[in-house]
């Protein structure tokens, strides 16, 4: 960074008068460069490039700023997301466990389900000789149920 003061001096010393009178080419370069000797006195060491990136850095730091709260909201989001992840994770592996559990359980039903039918088809036929003696006695030529005259 240029010291504008420094440089002021310096010209001012290489372009005065020794008599101290005014000197022509100290006017001149006051047109020619007018950051030297600004007008505003408040400004006298003023840099318009230092004050561009004052605010180039300024505008950085905002854009920085807004960059890690998007960061953060999307970190935030990423987070739950996983944490729904896990749960539904965690829902579907109970799910798979009780429908484990159930195709067992519906083993076991569907193989007592098959012994008491063949116990039941086993009754039947031994049934079936007594049966076919009632049937006759009771069921007429065409297969209709009737019940003996005295019987009713």
């Known amino acids: 960074m240029v010291d504008w003061a420094y440089v002021r001096w310096w010209v001012s010393f290489a372009t005065s008068n020794i008599l101290g009178g005014v000197s022509p080419a100290k006017d001149w370069l006051k047109h020619l460069v007018p950051v030297l000797w600004p007008k505003d006195k408040a400004k006298v060491n003023s840099e318009p490039e230092a004050e561009l990136s004052t605010l180039r850095k300024d505008q950085d730091l905002e854009a920085m700023r807004q960059m890690l709260t998007l960061t953060r ?12 992840m896990a749960e539904l994770e965690a829902r579907l592996k109970r799910r798979d466990e009780d ?21 039941i088809r086993g009754a039947v036929d031994g049934f079936s000789v007594p049966e076919r003696t009632l049937r006759g006695l ?15």
């Open 73 to 84: 909201d999307l970190l935030t989001q990423a987070q739950e997301r996983e944490a729904n």
């Open 99 to 119: 429908s484990a559990a159930l195709a067992e359980r519906l083993g076991a039903w569907e193989e007592d389900l098959r012994a008491r039918e063949d116990a």
């Open 138 to 152: 009771f069921y007429d030529i065409r297969g209709e149920f009737t019940l003996p005259e005295d019987c009713r």
